[in-house]
């Protein structure tokens, strides 16, 4: 397996070398069944500058392999690394993962990074011309995971145009005599708000760890678990989040006006990763506490729980629920 060497040279703009790099990649057979996307027009949030190619230096590596911090400190460094920071932001923003991988390219050297809500971890920096059989083989095997193993929430299904889901969540926002005519007005208009066509729309699975015999929950067998669990769950219909928590520390909130799929009816769905630790009640738990000891203005639980799949499969020490 093998990467083409090459010294991109004479080079005006990123995009040269991007265009270089991806041709490669093609002709190694490296992500067979995968496109690369092209995007170099489109910077990080906040990010007014048009960048062109210019020959590395170390100052540019928002890493410092001779640190024990592992971070470097000054200004410039800090700002790439603020800009990594932003790009994996935005693909938790607009997917539900449980984590990420991403490769920095530094002209002739490569870092590979896992990122989840709780930490980042870095490799060295390597020289990927003079070693193509690290970077090949992580694209290589990267490409051969399972969705999970790429880190995408199993509890989270895309909603596909033309699919029932899809044609149900426009129904449902536009039909006055819908049975979701129960709900406020305001209900509604977010709802219908949310369905953004540049935002992915997704059927989210949530459990419920004290179903009561709820009869709308059904049972979700996540594969591949070390440990087969089945949890009661019930499916939700969101679009764009009505708010939503920016960066990557932290518990990532997002809110929603979501439909439930079973009754057609709305509800208000809150999405966050919580730290793992048995000492710390569940909101959906104090929330249950508070009705039954008649606690007035406070949300109905119509259910609550951490995800299977990150409760069975996250490294960090946080949940998502």
């Known amino acids: 397996m093998r990467l083409t060497a090459h010294q991109p040279t004479g080079m005006k703009c990123e995009v040269d070398l991007y265009e270089l790099f991806i041709s490669d990649v093609y002709a190694a057979n490296l992500c067979n069944g995968y496109k690369f996307a092209l995007s170099p027009n489109k910077g990080d949030e906040g990010d007014d500058t048009g960048e062109k190619w210019k020959r590395h230096r170390n100052t540019d590596d928002p890493f410092d392999d001779l640190l024990d911090a592992f971070e470097a400190s000054s200004d410039k460094r800090e700002k790439n690394r603020g800009q990594l920071i932003s790009y994996a932001s935005k693909l938790f923003a607009y997917q539900h993962r449980t984590f990420l991988f991403s490769v920095v390219l530094l002209r002739g050297h490569a870092r590979i990074i896992w990122w989840d809500r709780a930490a980042a971890i870095v490799t060295d920096k390597f ?91 059904t049972t979700l067998q996540l594969p591949d678990m070390d440990t087969q669990k089945l949890c009661l769950r019930r499916d939700f219909l969101v679009g764009k989040p009505l708010s939503q928590a920016f960066g990557m520390s932290g518990s990532g909130t997002r809110n929603y006006i979501a439909l439930d799929a079973s009754d057609h009816t709305f509800v208000a769905l809150k999405d966050e990763w919580r730290l793992d630790n048995a000492l710390l009640r569940k909101e959906g738990d104090t929330l249950r506490i508070l009705h039954v000891n008649g606690v007035k203005r406070i949300p109905t639980v119509v259910c609550h729980g951490d995800a299977c799949a990150a409760r069975d499969r996250a490294p960090s020490e946080l949940l998502h629920g």
């Open 127 to 217: 020289n990927y011309r003079k070693e193509p059989e690290k970077l090949g083989e992580f694209l290589h095997l990267f490409c051969r995971l399972p969705p999970e193993g790429q880190g995408y929430d199993l509890t989270a299904s895309l909603v596909r145009m033309g699919s029932e889901d899809y044609d149900k969540m426009l129904q449902v926002a536009e039909d006055e005599n819908s049975q979701s005519g129960r709900a406020s007005g305001y209900a509604k208009e977010c709802f219908k708000r949310s369905l953004d066509p540049d935002h992915p729309w997704y059927r989210l699975s949530v459990t419920d760890e004290t179903p009561n015999d709820d009869a709308k929950a």
